[in-house]
């Protein structure tokens, strides 16, 4: 089992900055990848950001060139660091750990962009 917790939504004005912060406890030596996804209202949740263990990043076109996934110096932790923050980024961020046969969810943060 892993357990997720996600800090740093808020609300910020169109073309600021917020850092997501994801942190991972249990069985965290298991984790192959952690990834940030997102969820607006009515819509599918979609992967935003992912790195797996072996440091290889994946983007998302609509976030590339704004948004900056790494772990830090904690092998427990992942960030996402959002800049130049669009309306259209409004969303319920998630964070998620892949495991061999099994996927991991945190709670959800709030990030709101107002234009």
């Known amino acids: 089992q892993v357990q997720l917790v996600e800090s740093g939504g808020g609300l910020v004005q169109a073309g600021g900055s917020l850092r997501l912060s994801c942190s991972a406890s249990?069985?965290?030596?298991?984790?192959?990848?952690m990834r940030w996804y997102r969820q607006a209202p009515g819509k599918q949740r979609d992967m935003v950001a992912s790195?797996?263990?072996?440091?290889?990043?994946i983007y998302a076109e609509s976030v590339k060139g704004r948004f900056t996934i790494d772990r830090g110096n904690a092998k427990n932790t992942v960030y996402l660091q959002m800049n130049d923050l669009k309306p259209e980024d409004t969303a319920v961020y998630y964070c998620?750990?892949?495991?061999?046969?099994?996927?991991?969810w945190g709670q959800g943060t709030q990030v709101t962009v107002s234009s």
């Open positions: 790195i797996t263990t072996d440091g290889m990043i």
């Open positions: 998620n750990a892949d495991v061999p046969w099994n996927r991991f």
């Open positions: 249990g069985n965290i030596f298991s984790i192959n990848a």
